[in-house]
Nanobody, 128 residues
Framework: QVQLVESGGGTVQAGDSLRLSCETSTRTITKTTMSWFRQAPGKEREFVAA????????YYAPSVKDRFTVSGDNAENPVYLQMNSLKPEETAVYFC?????????????????????WGQGTQVTVST
């Protein structure tokens, strides 16, 4: 089973940027869809962004569109999540997830049950 390891989390101030990385245990990315989710204390895990590794198409949650960018390449490792203009309410543990399913829209990408590989998460804290 492919293992995923996130890194790049930390504590920043509101308005700052962070770039998260997700490395897979395989030399190249073998999953069809690579996505990011987050979970804040006391809340359910929520979808953030997804990358269709076949055609390079991206999908975002409305709350992060135009501020976050997911990127990656089948030939390389890792997958990145560039987060700009961070807000305090985005404090959460951010998880990388991989799926062998090909997603074609954000609603499908947000379905956690599609993903068969998950990382342990990296903490992002945004202070006021």
């Amino acid at each position: 089973q492919v293992q995923l390891v996130e890194s790049g989390g930390g504590t920043v101030q509101a308005g700052d940027s962070l770039r998260l990385s997700c490395e897979t245990s395989t030399r190249t990315i073998t999953k069809t869809t690579m996505s990011w989710f987050r979970q804040a204390p006391g809340k359910e895990r929520e979808f953030v962004a997804a990358l269709n590794m076949i055609v390079g198409r991206t999908y975002y949650a409305p709350s992060v569109k135009d501020r976050f960018t997911v990127s990656g390449d089948n030939a390389e490792n890792p997958v990145y999540l560039q987060m700009n203009s961070l807000k305090p309410e985005e404090t959460a543990v951010y998880f990388c997830a991989g799926s062998s399913r090909l997603v074609a829209d954000a609603t499908t990408a947000a379905t956690a049950a599609l993903y068969d590989s998950w990382g342990q998460g990296t903490q992002v804290t945004v202070s006021t």
